[in-house]
């Protein structure tokens, strides 16, 4: 499976941006699937997730309510929509999905098996 993510760029803080996630086979209504991010000297850090590939939605508090993830199973393709963005919204996104229907850890790095590529996103003030 490989996972290739698009839609980063620079966008001033207030505004919007949509990443999305295309898939090469049909995984994301099969496995657990999510979005995380990593900050220049930080480490890679949880964003959203699909729990469980029948819909629930897990999100880290530093987004929660500003951020939305979703799907399109038909399209492969996975999305996340940020808006509200902050400059501490500024790092690489990279999209994953894990091998398992559901999870109760979703936040977790080790849960997530396959990897896009990562995208920029930069948030100026």
């Known amino acids: 499976v490989q996972l290739q993510a698009s839609g980063g760029g620079l966008v001033q803080a207030g505004g919007s941006l949509r990443l999305s996630c295309a898939a090469s086979?049909?995984?994301?209504?099969?496995?657990?699937t999510g979005w995380f991010r990593q900050a220049p000297g930080k480490e890679r850090e949880f964003v959203a997730a699909?729990?469980?590939?029948?819909?629930?939605?897990a999100y880290a508090d530093s987004v929660k309510g500003r951020f939305t993830i979703s799907r399109d199973n038909a399209k492969n393709t996975l999305y996340l929509q940020m808006n509200s963005l902050k400059p501490e919204d500024t790092a690489v996104y990279y999209c994953?999905?894990?091998?398992?229907?559901?999870?109760?850890?979703?936040?977790?790095?080790?849960?997530?098996?396959?990897w896009g590529q990562g995208t920029q996103v930069t948030v100026s003030s």
């Open positions: 699909f729990s469980w590939s029948g819909g629930s939605t």
């Open positions: 994953a999905a894990g091998r398992t229907p559901i999870t109760m850890t979703p936040r977790r790095l080790s849960e997530y098996y396959y």
């Open positions: 086979d049909r995984i994301f209504d099969t496995y657990i």
